[in-house]
């Protein structure tokens, strides 16, 4: 009796399965194959799956079923059990839950785990070779995995100041919105889409009263998030974010560019030495002047001369990029300054795409100042989807752009889990 409670005790162990009874354990040697016949212990049987309330038997259900363990050493590993049907008061007849795996999932916990912190980590293809499962089936246990960690923790209990922007994840204009926790750096929430309609959504989930407690937003210029966050959060401190403003400015830099580079071949759609450097001029006329390469400057030095018009553009976005700069480093009043003259010389510099630019800006100039006044930026939403682009490209071949937001809520939002026999918390960085 000792040996036998010990052997199970040991299969219990192994299989991952601590609140079940082993009831046998056979090897298939011909197809590599263990399977462990397992029930759930007392505590843990009749309840329903999807709720786990205890309730009174329905049926036999499909009879049998079968979920994937993690392999032992190099043999897969399967449990088997029964799968009755328990009647739920609340949802009708569903198939009992086992302490062992996830409603309607064919894994073991301990299983999606695993395969969850993997796909966070690593390529595709170790994945799927390690852990000798499809890629599809990766997105699936992911997005389960990641609904499973949501539902267990109350991520926006404390939440105050939110970034909020866009990422495209798939050609064919497939985007993605995104919020972000300025205070965590946490994903927080992501859905498919860019609209007014997607971010409704968002603080529907959030609640009225969750909303109130919003005191900082910072976004883009984008009217479809200005207005969804003045209807939900009207007395949240609403800022432009610095980012997307230089980058404006760096958009009708490129125009000028381009128009000059237009006019240098002629309009006969021929190059020329002339408009082959302009074309090679933009990586100097982006880059920081703190940054430029010799050669990088020596080809601003050759605009100044040659294409005054040109530099002259380049001068309007890095003043415009000098405002954020000084606002930075604690110069609020100087960067206010710096902003109402660069309006002014915006306004008076005879180039059309500057000109329509100063007029974008004076439209945001009070949601300049808030992000000046309080240091509101969407750099970290930046960051965040900077990684999620590197995610997008790992997770290639997911059909469902939710399994795509489960990998991107594991790995930037704080809830992958450890891994199975480890004893790290989830919410860990």
């Given at each position: 009796m000792e040996n036998g409670v010990r052997f199970a005790s040991v299969w219990r162990g192994l299989l991952g399965v601590e609140r079940a009874v082993v009831e046998d354990v056979e090897f298939d040697a011909e197809v590599g194959v263990l399977v462990a016949h397992v029930r759930p212990g007392k505590g843990a049987r009749q309840r329903c799956g999807r709720c786990g309330r205890r309730a009174p038997w329905y049926d036999r259900g499909e009879g049998r079923r079968r979920w994937r363990a993690l392999d032992l050493g190099v043999v897969q590993a399967w449990l088997e059990a029964d799968a009755p049907r328990v009647d739920c008061p609340t949802h009708g007849p569903t198939v009992i839950a086992v302490p062992w795996a996830r409603h309607n999932a064919g894994h073991t916990?301990?299983?999606?785990?695993?395969?969850?912190?993997?796909?966070?980590?690593?390529?595709?293809?170790?994945?799927?070779?390690?852990?000798?499962?499809?890629?599809?089936?990766?997105?699936?246990?992911?997005?389960?995995?990641?609904?499973?960690?949501?539902a267990s923790v109350d991520r926006w209990a404390n939440l105050r100041r939110i970034g909020i922007d866009e990422i495209s994840y798939k050609k064919g204009h497939k985007y993605l919105t995104v919020v972000v926790d300025h205070d965590t750096g946490y994903l927080i929430w992501a859905a498919p889409g860019r609209?007014?309609?997607?971010?409704?959504?968002?603080?529907?989930?959030?609640g009225a009263e969750r909303c109130r407690q919003i005191t900082h937003v910072?976004?883009?210029?984008?009217?479809?998030?200005?207005?969804?966050?003045?209807?939900?959060?009207?007395?949240?401190?609403?800022?432009?974010?610095?980012?997307?403003?230089?980058?404006?400015?760096?958009e009708a830099l490129d125009q000028v560019r381009r128009d000059a580079w237009n006019a240098a071949r002629g309009g006969k759609g021929q190059s020329t030495q002339e408009s082959k450097a302009l074309k090679k001029a933009r990586w100097a006329l982006w880059r920081n002047p703190a940054d430029l390469t010799d050669a990088q400057q020596a080809k601003l030095n050759w605009l100044a001369k040659t294409h005054p018009r040109v530099h002259r553009a380049w001068a309007l976005k890095e003043g415009l990029r000098v405002v954020f700069t000084l606002a930075r480093h604690g110069a609020k009043t100087a960067a206010k300054h710096a902003l109402h003259r660069w309006l002014s010389w915006a306004r008076r510099c005879r180039i059309p795409a500057f000109v329509d630019l100063q007029r974008r800006v004076a439209t945001h100039r009070d949601a300049i100042h808030i992000s000046i006044d309080h240091g509101l930026s969407n750099g970290l939403v930046e960051s965040v989807n900077t990684k999620l682009?590197?995610?997008?490209?790992?997770?290639?071949?997911?059909?469902?752009?939710?399994?795509?937001?489960?990998l991107g809520l594991l790995a930037l939002g704080g809830l992958c889990p450890p891994l199975p026999g480890r004893t790290t918390t989830a919410l860990t960085r």
């Amino acid at each position: 009796m000792e040996n036998g409670v010990r052997f199970a005790s040991v299969w219990r162990g192994l299989l991952g399965v601590e609140r079940a009874v082993v009831e046998d354990v056979e090897f298939d040697a011909e197809v590599g194959v263990l399977v462990a016949h397992v029930r759930p212990g007392k505590g843990a049987r009749q309840r329903c799956g999807r709720c786990g309330r205890r309730a009174p038997w329905y049926d036999r259900g499909e009879g049998r079923r079968r979920w994937r363990a993690l392999d032992l050493g190099v043999v897969q590993a399967w449990l088997e059990a029964d799968a009755p049907r328990v009647d739920c008061p609340t949802h009708g007849p569903t198939v009992i839950a086992v302490p062992w795996a996830r409603h309607n999932a064919g894994h073991t916990y301990a299983f999606d785990d695993q395969v969850a912190w993997l796909a966070v980590r690593t390529s595709k293809t170790a994945v799927e070779a390690l852990m000798r499962v499809a890629w599809r089936t990766v997105g699936a246990i992911v997005a389960r995995v990641a609904g499973d960690a949501k539902a267990s923790v109350d991520r926006w209990a404390n939440l105050r100041r939110i970034g909020i922007d866009e990422i495209s994840y798939k050609k064919g204009h497939k985007y993605l919105t995104v919020v972000v926790d300025h205070d965590t750096g946490y994903l927080i929430w992501a859905a498919p889409g860019r609209d007014k309609k997607t971010l409704r959504r968002f603080f529907t989930a959030l609640g009225a009263e969750r909303c109130r407690q919003i005191t900082h937003v910072s976004a883009d210029g984008a009217d479809w998030i200005a207005t969804v966050v003045a209807e939900r959060c009207p007395d949240a401190v609403r800022g432009a974010d610095p980012f997307h403003v230089v980058a404006w400015a760096t958009e009708a830099l490129d125009q000028v560019r381009r128009d000059a580079w237009n006019a240098a071949r002629g309009g006969k759609g021929q190059s020329t030495q002339e408009s082959k450097a302009l074309k090679k001029a933009r990586w100097a006329l982006w880059r920081n002047p703190a940054d430029l390469t010799d050669a990088q400057q020596a080809k601003l030095n050759w605009l100044a001369k040659t294409h005054p018009r040109v530099h002259r553009a380049w001068a309007l976005k890095e003043g415009l990029r000098v405002v954020f700069t000084l606002a930075r480093h604690g110069a609020k009043t100087a960067a206010k300054h710096a902003l109402h003259r660069w309006l002014s010389w915006a306004r008076r510099c005879r180039i059309p795409a500057f000109v329509d630019l100063q007029r974008r800006v004076a439209t945001h100039r009070d949601a300049i100042h808030i992000s000046i006044d309080h240091g509101l930026s969407n750099g970290l939403v930046e960051s965040v989807n900077t990684k999620l682009r590197l995610l997008t490209r790992m997770a290639f071949g997911y059909t469902d752009p939710h399994a795509l937001i489960g990998l991107g809520l594991l790995a930037l939002g704080g809830l992958c889990p450890p891994l199975p026999g480890r004893t790290t918390t989830a919410l860990t960085r």
